[in-house]
């Protein structure tokens, strides 16, 4: 993984523009991510224990907005079932072309790995093929509020029994309270992870137009809305959770 830490908002901005996961957040996602999301760490090696509960043999396991294949490296640790193969998607040029390196990185180093195959496209435009775990890691929050539940719903169509669908999002609270809380308790994990109180304003104000959370019960809703049958949150880390839910 590419070592570089994430300096870019750190000198002051004449204009803030809209956050885009081009080539200057793609050298330093990984560092990016993990000082930015409490949990991250956890959230993602355990996506790899979950997913080996619920893959089914001769099935899809799909990594939806994968970026640098994080999640995939992780499925294809832990998951050991026949036929198996993982399909990861990201409509980031930059973060496929780094991906793929990633991966090619993985199978010379381990043997009998899942066969992964990394498409570049819109998550909202695929086929999906049947599937026994599709994992949204924390891409859901980026994709139009107005088309999450038709995207919910063709994933838990394409889902078979026995599989599971795992969420992971930023979540926004309906009591204030609570809100401003778990806001002001991010804002000191950042801080303690060497971001400046600069780097936090500017960054905000780069992703308050493009990653719009929702709250854990919109989530509940939606996901009962798009025919899944039980939600069962599985890890909260202040406002960052992950969700199982079942066909
Ligand atoms: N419509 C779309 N189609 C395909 N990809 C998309 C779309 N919209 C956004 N993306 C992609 O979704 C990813 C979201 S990051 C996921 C982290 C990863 N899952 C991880 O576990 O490391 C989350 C974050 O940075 O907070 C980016 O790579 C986008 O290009
Ligand atoms: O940085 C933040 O405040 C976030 O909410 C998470 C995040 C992490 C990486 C890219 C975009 C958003």
Same mark, same amino acid.
């Given at each position: 993984m590419s070592k570089e830490s994430d300096r870019l908002f750190a000198q002051p901005l004449a204009q803030v523009p809209d956050f885009a996961f081009n080539e200057d957040v793609v050298r330093v996602f990984p560092d990016?991510?993990?000082?930015? =999301?409490?949990?991250?760490p956890t959230i993602v090696e355990n996506l790899g224990v979950l997913a080996a509960q619920f893959a089914q043999p001769n099935s899809v396991l799909y990594d939806l907005g994968s970026s640098l294949g994080a999640v995939t490296q992780a499925l294809r640790r832990h998951v050991r079932t026949d036929g198996c193969r993982v399909i990861a998607v990201d409509n980031s040029a930059a973060m496929v072309e780094r991906c793929r390196e990633y991966l090619n990185g993985q199978d010379?180093?381990?043997?009998?790995?899942?066969?992964?195959?990394?498409?570049?496209?819109?998550?909202?435009?695929?086929?999906?093929?049947?599937?026994? =775990?599709?994992?949204?890691?924390? #891409?859901?929050?980026?994709? /139009?509020?107005?088309?999450? #539940?038709?995207?919910?719903?063709?994933?838990?169509?394409?889902?078979?029994?026995?599989? /599971?669908?795992?969420l992971s999002e930023k979540l926004r609270f309906n009591d204030p &309270?609570?809100?401003?809380?778990? #806001?002001?308790?991010?804002?000191?994990?950042?801080?303690?992870?060497?971001?400046? &109180?600069?780097?936090?304003?500017?960054?905000?104000?780069?992703?308050?137009?493009?990653?719009?959370?929702?709250?854990?019960? &919109?989530?509940? &809703?939606?996901?009962?809305?798009?025919?899944?049958?039980?939600? =069962?949150?599985?890890?909260?880390?202040?406002?960052? /959770?992950?969700?199982?839910?079942?066909?």
């Open positions: 990016m991510i993990k000082r930015s =999301v409490p949990g991250y010379s180093m381990f043997q009998e790995l899942l066969p992964v195959e990394v498409i570049e496209g819109d998550i909202l435009a695929l086929e999906f093929q049947p599937a026994s =775990v599709v994992a949204l890691n924390f #891409t859901l929050q980026f994709i /139009a509020p107005d088309q999450r #539940t038709a995207l919910l719903a063709r994933i838990r169509q394409s889902l078979l029994p026995g599989g /599971a669908l795992i &309270e609570e809100h401003a809380l778990l #806001t002001d308790l991010h804002v000191a994990f950042k801080r303690a992870n060497g971001y400046s &109180e600069l780097e936090i304003a500017q960054k905000r104000s780069a992703i308050e137009n493009v990653m719009k959370p929702d709250s854990l019960e &919109e989530h509940r &809703e939606r996901l009962l809305a798009a025919g899944f049958s039980k939600v =069962v949150p599985w890890f909260q880390c202040l406002n960052f /959770a992950s969700l199982i839910a079942l066909p």
